[in-house]
Structure formats: C-alpha cells, structure tokens
C-alpha cells in the first residue's frame, strides 16, 4: 500500500488540469498502456483508488486471497490521482483506475487512457451509470436527496424539485456544504442539465436565502437529528451512516430522505466507479470482475449502504430500487469541469 503525497503547489497544478479537461468524444481505447505485468500470465497489477484505504483495502484483501493475485494499492483524492494519470500518461505504471465519482473517470477517458471494456462486463450495470463509450463502468451509487427532520417538518411541506429551495417558504431552514464535492458535483449536473445562467441564477438566489452552511453532509445529517437543522441537502446513504453510528434502524430516526421527482437534477445519482488502463494485464480485467460480482457489491451494499450496481440487490431500506429512480438523464462524464463550478459557488457569496 502506498500514499501518494506532493508539495502543495503540485497538487494545485493537477488539480486544474483534472478538473478542467473537457470534451468526450474521443477514442478512448488504450491498448497497451502503463509498465505493469503484460500477457495472460500476469499476477500482479497497480490500482490508483480514490476511495479511501479503509473501506477498499479490506475488499482487495478478499480479492487477493480468492484470487491469488498481488495488488498493490496506491490511495490519493479521487481528482489529484486523475491528474497524475494524465500527467504520466502511457508512462504510468497503474493498470486501473479506481474513482470516487465519475467525472474523474470521464477526464481520464477524453485522454485516450482507458482500455475498451469487454461487452459481457458493461451489461452488468445499467447504461446511464456507465461509459457510453465503454471506457469505464460505474460500481457503486449514491443518491442526491434533502433529507428532513420529520417532526419539525410536515412531508406536504417539502419540494417538488430543487429549484423551489430558492422560495421564501424555505429561508433560513436548508442546510448545505458547498465546499464539499458532491454539492458540488450537483451544481455541475446543474450546468450542464440547466446551462450556465440557471445555475449561476439558482445559486445566487439560495446564496440569498440564508442557507444554514456546514462543512460537510455529516454535519448536516446530525444536525437534522438533533433537530438543529430543518432539512439539508445531502447523498441517500449519510442516513444510514448515522443510524448505525447511534445503534439505530434508519426508520426509528426522527429523519428521512427526500427525493425529488420527474428527472429533477435534484435527484443526481453520481457513481463511484473503474477503468482498465494496461489492456494486457488480466489480472485488471479480474480485479473489475470482482467488483462487479455479487460478493464484491454486496460488500458496498454493507460498508456503505450505497445502491449495487447490478441486479438482485435491495436498495437501501425505505429507498426505491434502482430501475424505479427517476433520475436525471446526464452524460456523468460531463461533471468534470469543478474548477468552473467552484469559481461560480464562490462568486454566488457562499460560505462553507
């Protein structure tokens, strides 16, 4: 296992050049990219893993020990990992790319460094938590939702969509993190589902209704608990996180999710997912398919609560199942561009 670390300047370098790539219709097959083990003999592979070292290593370890292969996991940020593949490009000795969210996964396809994935993999998981170039494969999701106290707050009350967050009915009463990366990976969807002059218009005008900011979703689930907070929007599974943390079944908190309805970018369902950069190294393809098998998914099933990615898993208790979500219809590639996205939440006069 080895942390990546580099010097503040570097990483800030990297960062821009991750999050502002753009354009997704390039070829993205690879070939033969990276120097790790080549041919069908190979028992040993590199993952770059934007999910963090707790959660995947103990996955990992199963993999290896039913599968006899060696995995050497580099952990880092999901965006700065990106980035120092693209700076190494051919070069680099990763043979996979695992990612917390799929914009990451999208800038490093537009590069050309992800290998073609095999048909019979891609058809696991829905088509709209996937590559449409198949270049990489969502393996797990997490569902936008406003989460709400349910004592303070009547259910007749709630949205109908995100965009009525901005009425004067629910100053001062929603919770938001804008520093953190799904809120802000919801603003992109908003951009791109929306265009650039409503969702500027959507955050000056939540900007005014006196948000109640925090720095994280943990905060704000807590907060609803506690009743601190009248609802918040956050990702579907930090409820869960929290019932378990009290010793709880999530139905006997005094708060539930929200989701809205008819394709509300509201309702975004981002994906933490993987790509196969050196397409001669079996051992990658092997590790994929582990992921997607159903020990591998139930595995984020348990640890996470987030939805499985292919069929005959429940969704998460209270929540609809995957193919009944009405989702918004977004190419995920397209929530690369942060950089853009965090330029227009700071110019809105949000605070985290």
């Known amino acids: 296992m080895i942390r990546i670390t580099r010097s503040a300047a570097a990483v800030a370098a990297a960062s821009a050049l991750v999050l502002t790539a753009c354009g997704a219709d390039e070829d993205t097959s690879n070939g033969n990219n990276g120097n790790g083990a080549e041919g069908a ?7 770059y893993s934007g999910r963090n070292e707790e959660l995947i290593q103990p996955l990992v370890d199963q993999f290896e020990d039913e599968s006899g292969i060696d995995v050497e996991v580099r952990f880092g940020d ?3 990992l990106a980035a120092q593949l693209l700076e190494e490009g ?8 695992l990612a917390q969210d799929a914009g990451a996964l999208g800038a490093v396809a537009q590069e050309g460094l992800f290998t073609e994935l095999d048909q019979d993999l891609l058809d ?3 088509e709209l938590y996937r590559d449409d170039a198949d270049a990489w494969v969502g393996l797990s999701g997490r569902l936008r939702t406003l989460i709400y106290n349910t004592e303070l707050v009547d259910e007749s009350e709630l949205p109908e969509t995100v965009e009525e967050l901005t009425g004067p009915e629910f100053e001062g009463r929603v919770g938001i993190a804008p520093t953190n990366a799904s809120f802000q990976s919801f603003v992109t969807a908003l951009r791109v589902a929306e265009g650039e002059d409503a969702a500027e ?5 939540m900007a005014d209704n006196d948000p109640q900011y925090r720095e994280k979703n943990g905060p704000i689930v807590s907060d609803v608990i506690d009743g601190a907070l009248e609802m918040g929007l956050v ?3 930090y409820l869960y996180a929290q019932a378990e943390e009290l010793g709880m079944e999530p139905a006997e908190l005094p708060a539930a999710n929200h989701l809205f309805g008819d394709g509300d970018v509201g309702a975004l369902m981002n994906v933490a997912g993987a790509g196969i950069i050196n397409a001669d190294n079996d051992a990658a393809a092997e590790l994929l398919e582990y992921f997607l098998s159903e020990e591998g998914q139930q595995y984020f099933v348990d640890e996470t609560a987030e939805y499985a990615m292919i069929e005959g898993f ?3 208790e209270g929540m609809p199942a995957l193919e009944e979500l009405d989702v918004p219809d977004i190419d995920l590639n397209q929530l690369d561009d942060l950089e853009s996205t965090i330029q227009m939440i700071t110019e809105s006069g949000m605070a985290g």
């Open 124 to 126: 696991r998981v829905p």
């Open 235 to 237: 990702n579907h599974y």
């Open 90 to 97: 051919e070069a680099t000795p990763a043979d996979m790319f």
């Open 201 to 205: 218009d959507w955050l000056e005008q």
């Open 314 to 316: 429940d969704a998460p």
């Open 41 to 47: 003999e190979a028992e040993s592979l590199v993952l």
């Open 78 to 80: 999901t965006a700065e």
